[in-house]
């Protein structure tokens, strides 16, 4: 028996409330840092690339949910892990005014429980639809549960955004409070049952780890697709640490009001994800390849312009080429995410939990390091120039990290025969 539509959108709502937590920590807490507390943009660049370099035990834990079963403990276990890494978070900036030394150390240590709650409910939710959702469910499972992930960011950071002005360390640990206890709630009853009720692929024999990634990346298909994920979301997450810094020091943001533009960006990613999942699945018009491309392109374009209202006034609404920008994100993303579920399960041994993992491993080196260098060169470039030229230099060089991205799933991902299937081929 495989996964209904019902236990699908019960998936999705663990991965809404994996991204209601994340959301608040890698842009509402950076912000707070590099505006409100004047510290520099590598600072929050360290700590979230500390947490996505974490996310390098992905593999394993892929590979301990395949052959040791039972991957409900383990996606309740990390949200459990990411709700006090969260709260975590959020107390340690509140201490940065205080003692930078004790907020560094509290920092340090929520970022931590933070990457270690992520990969190991994060994997094992993505490794649970994988095995248990049919073939031809796969495309329309991956966007329903990233939809709703993306609409419980965008949700989330809207509705802290309208809570948190006026700024005070008491409305953000009530505010961060609140998100992390529901998150932990909702995924404990939508969870619950699922898997017992579904037939999964038999689990493996306990193959020693190492052998198994050897095995893995030896297949053209997974490596090629490793090294496609890892340079978009090098793309991808470059301006996660600085958009709302951005939008604070040049453009005069509250907090509530960048975190609200957060909101508004994700908002933009759930309409790009919902085209490609309409379009593309449900009317079956264009494949996925093509998806991918556009949507790199897309977001090419935009950050060009957005490049643009750092070097001169030029007329255009910056909140509207976030949600621009959102909306490209989004098509790029649903289409390499339907392509990565269907990719999964093929191959040799039928490995989804590590194949997963290596993906979620590749993205999580990717986010941390795009992330980390996009902070670091803001850093070095407002010394050099005023806010808008440093921070405008930035966003053009992830435009053009957009377009390689754009050029390499043209060379490597081949044109699906049906985009219901939501099959990625790269490098055969």
């Given amino acids: 028996m ?16 994996l991204g209601a937590i994340v959301v608040l920590t890698t842009s509402t807490l950076n912000r707070l840092m590099v505006v409100e507390f ?53 107390f340690s900036v509140t201490l940065f005014a205080q003692s930078y030394a004790l907020a560094l150390v509290l920092s340090v240590l929520a970022y931590a429980l933070i990457g270690i709650g992520v990969g190991a ?35 989330t950071a809207g509705l802290a955004g309208s809570f948190l002005d006026p700024y005070s360390p008491e409305r953000l640990l009530s505010v961060v409070a609140v998100v992390v206890t529901a998150a932990t709630l909702i995924t404990i009853l939508a969870i619950g049952r699922i898997e017992s009720r579904v037939s999964t692929m038999k689990e493996e024999a306990p193959t020693p780890f190492l ?47 960048s975190t609200a533009l957060s909101g508004a960006q994700n908002g933009g990613v759930f309409i790009g994800m919902l085209i490609v999942g309409i379009v593309a699945t449900g009317l079956k018009i264009g494949q996925l390849r093509t998806w991918v491309i556009a949507g790199c392109l897309g977001s090419c374009a935009v950050l060009g312009l957005i490049c643009m209202t750092g070097f001169a006034y030029t007329g255009l609404n910056f909140s509207y080429l976030v949600v621009a920008l959102g909306v490209f994100n989004g ?64 966003f053009a060089f ?25 099959s990625l081929v790269p490098g055969e």
Avoid at 2 to 16: A, H, K, P
């Fill in 38 to 90: 004047s510290l520099p943009a590598l600072l929050p660049g360290l700590l979230v690339g500390l947490h996505y370099g974490i996310q390098l035990s992905r593999p394993r834990w892929g590979y301990t949910s395949d052959t040791g079963g039972n991957r409900t403990r383990w996606i309740i276990g990390g949200m459990v892990i990411l709700a006090i890494g969260g709260f975590g978070a959020a």
């Fill in 2 to 17: 495989t996964l209904s539509w019902t236990q699908i959108m019960r998936l999705g709502l663990v991965q809404m409330a």
């Fill in 121 to 155: 409910s994060g994997t094992s939710l993505l490794a649970l639809l994988a095995t248990a959702t049919a073939p031809s469910r796969r495309a329309a499972a991956a966007t329903i549960t990233w939809l709703m992930m993306i609409f419980g960011i965008a949700l």
């Fill in 331 to 394: 098509m790029f993303a649903v289409a390499a995410i339907g392509s990565m579920m269907a990719l999964a399960s093929e191959g040799r041994h039928q490995r989804e939990g590590t194949r997963m993992g290596l993906w979620g491993a590749a993205q999580a080196i990717a986010a941390g390091f795009g992330g980390l260098t996009g902070a670091l060169l803001v850093d070095v470039m407002r010394k050099l120039t005023p806010d808008g030229p440093a921070f405008g230099t930035v």
């Fill in 398 to 422: 992830e435009a053009l990290l957009f377009l390689a991205a754009a050029l390499m799933a043209a060379r490597v991902m081949e044109t699906q025969k049906s985009p219901h299937t939501a």
């Fill in 211 to 257: 052998e198994g990634m050897r095995d893995i990346w030896g297949e053209p298909k997974t490596r090629n697709f490793t090294l496609f994920v890892f340079l978009s979301m090098n793309a991808y997450f470059m301006q996660e640490l600085i958009l709302e810094p951005y939008a604070g020091l040049v453009f005069n943001f509250t907090p509530g009001e």
